[in-house]
């Protein structure tokens, strides 16, 4: 094929520099795609740890809301209690007003007794006896 020995070597380098730089290009395309690759780990890492924190927070939203219920449920309790002896409060006034109102009647109607003639003149009469049992006492 080629006589000159120095031709051929120099043939050899060439073909060797050729296939040298083809694989210093893999080399570097394969580092690139390693490094994206890499990147794309860290993102997904990132994003997983985004989500457990989400999660986190959703669980803590969940238990604050929980909390909130069960403080609304007590107070609505704290509340149809206020209202039922709100109501027993009410009836019991409306019966003390009924009380008062027929007090207040028998009362009218014991003053006038006591304004009538015939108390009047009862009572006059009646005054030695009550005297008398004043001393006796």
Known sequence: MNDNPSLS????????????????IRLQKAEEKVMHLELALMQSRDFAIGSAAQAGEAVANLNKLRHIQEMLDDANIHIKNHQNHIERLE????????????HRAKS?????????????????????????????R
């Not at 070597?9 to 210093?24: G, P, R, V, Y």
């Open 108 to 136: 009218r109607q014991l003053d006038l007794v006591y304004e009538s003639a015939s108390w009047k003149i009862g009572r006059f009469f009646m005054l030695p006896v009550r005297i008398l049992k004043r001393i006796v």
């Open 91 to 102: 009836t019991t006034l409306s019966e003390i007003e009924r009380t008062n109102a027929v």
């Open 9 to 24: 070597a120099s043939l050899a380098t060439s073909d060797s520099q050729i296939e040298l730089n083809k694989l210093l």
